[in-house]
Nanobody, 117 residues
Framework: QVQLVESGGGLVQAGGSLRLSCAAS????????MRWYRQAPGKQRELVAT???????NYADSVKGRFTISRDNAKIAVYLQMNSLTPEDTAVYYC???????????WGQGTQVTVSS
């Protein structure tokens, strides 16, 4: 089992920044890609950003140029730096980890990000 704990959410004004963190613990061996998802009220959960173990990244079009995903392989942690936030970024943000060898994946409990206009 893998435990993922997110932190760093909160309330920020439009144009501001937040940095989310996600720390993995437990059976962390085999974690490859780590991702950030978000879910706004009344909407489906959407993929925000992905980072693989070799550092390759991918972003949703809506956050390109504003968000940056990074990871610390020694700590098995992933971060999401969010800049130029808009009210449309308001959502619960979830950390996700995938272990391809075990064909399993894990989710964090989520952290609320609220951007006021």
């Amino acid at each position: 089992q893998v435990q993922l704990v997110e932190s760093g959410g909160g309330l920020v004004q439009a144009g501001g920044s937040l940095r989310l963190s996600c720390a993995a613990s437990g059976s962390i061996f085999g974690i490859n890609s780590m991702r950030w998802y978000r879910q706004a009220p009344g909407k489906q959960r959407e993929l925000v950003a992905t980072i693989t173990s070799d550092g390759s990244t991918n972003y949703a079009d809506s956050v390109k140029g504003r968000f940056t995903i990074s990871r610390d392989n020694a700590k098995i942690a992933v971060y999401l730096q969010m800049n130029s936030l808009t009210p449309e970024d308001t959502a619960v943000y979830y950390c996700h980890a995938y272990r391809p060898w075990y064909l399993d994946d894990y989710w964090g409990q989520g952290t609320q990000v609220t951007v006021s206009s």
